[in-house]
């Protein structure tokens, strides 16, 4: 093989080699924007934004009353959202304060409508009541209720205003008839909302013992009721758990004020009067061993104060005997 024909072939090979490693590369920039075209052409796909679902900030307990502060907003997947759940922006939080919880709800966990009573419907009081209690109401105004300042839910003691008749005139008085008693209802309104202007109420529900409505009800005849309004930092709740703070029921009172009491010019009617210094005039006579009492009416009768004497049993009229008269003063003993 001539020299020509080495040359050749050499030059063939590198002009081949030249040229599949040209097309390699072309090829792979090819590949590479056809890929990137491709991906962004490609649909991305959307994921559904999460919705706000209404749920129990706070653990709530059957027959308890809902306030602003037992609820929130709470993200939540649309995937699986049943329709029961309350979603924002279809209905507002505050249309659910003031509802009665039917059935308990645990921190986070959705509220169902079907799980609560609202404010209005039929059994809505008799949701409100725990078991074995009652529900009375009382003639309430401005001066009863602090000013409108008494909700539903608060704590109060009732207090009874009236008059005493006894033998030293007529005395007015004020007692505790109960003590941390639970208010259900103000009029006809069940629930607080924030912002809210006091409205005086003409009524006010509290829940007790069938003993206890016995009592309300024969005070309101008695005389004028006062609700007091109690603090929730009370020094006598503090050793109670506040998880079943709501369920504890009203007590009878123990205290109570006589007008004696307030005002220094009314005079106590257990006072006993001041005694009056009254004296009494007596004459007594003396006969030997006897001794009779006579009054100034003329009046007589044996001193029953006087001391036996041996003469006593003699006979006055023998002889030997004599009389003697004097006068004696005695103060009268204080009745």
Do not use: C
Not at 151 to 161: I, N, P
Request: charged share 20%.
């Amino acid at each position: 093989m001539n020299s020509k024909r080495v040359a050749f072939l050499l030059l063939a090979v590198i002009v081949a080699g030249a040229t599949a490693f040209l097309a390699r590369a072309w090829l792979q920039a090819e590949r590479a924007a056809i890929i990137a075209q491709a991906g962004e052409q490609r649909p991305v796909a959307q994921v559904k934004p999460a919705v706000q679902v209404l749920v129990a900030r706070t653990a709530i307990r059957v027959g308890q009353i809902i306030k602003p502060d037992d609820l929130r907003w709470q993200p939540w997947p649309q995937g699986a959202l049943p329709a029961t759940y309350i979603i924002e922006g279809r209905r507002p939080i505050s249309d659910f304060v003031g509802a009665v919880a039917r059935s308990s709800f645990h921190v986070g966990e959705p509220i169902v409508e079907v799980g609560i009573v609202m404010p209005g419907s039929r059994g809505f009081l008799a949701a409100v009541l725990r078991s074995g209690m009652r529900a009375v109401s009382v003639p309430a105004t401005a001066t009863s209720t602090v000013s409108g300042l008494i909700y539903a839910g608060d704590r109060v003691d009732v207090l009874l205003t009236h008059v005493l008749n006894g033998p030293g005139g007529q005395h007015s008085a004020t007692e505790t008839i109960l003590r941390n008693a639970r208010v259900i209802a103000m009029d006809q309104k069940l629930d607080f909302t924030p912002g809210d202007k006091p409205d005086v109420a003409k009524t006010a529900t509290l829940e007790l013992t069938p003993k206890q409505t016995e009592i309300v009800t024969l005070a309101v005849k008695m005389g004028d009721l006062s609700l007091v309004l109690r603090s929730l930092q009370d020094p006598e709740e503090g050793d109670r758990d506040p998880a079943v703070a709501d369920e504890v029921s009203a007590e009878l009172g123990y205290s109570y004020t006589h007008d004696s009491q307030v005002s220094r010019l009314i005079k106590s009617p257990t006072e006993a009067p001041p005694p009056e210094a009254t004296r009494s005039n007596a004459v007594f006579l003396l006969r030997g061993g006897n001794r009779t009492k006579q009054e100034l009416d003329g009046s007589t009768s044996a001193d029953p104060s006087a001391p036996p004497t041996p003469d006593a049993a003699k006979d006055p009229a023998k002889p030997g005997a004599r009389t003697t008269t004097f006068t004696r003063t005695i103060p009268s003993v204080p009745q």
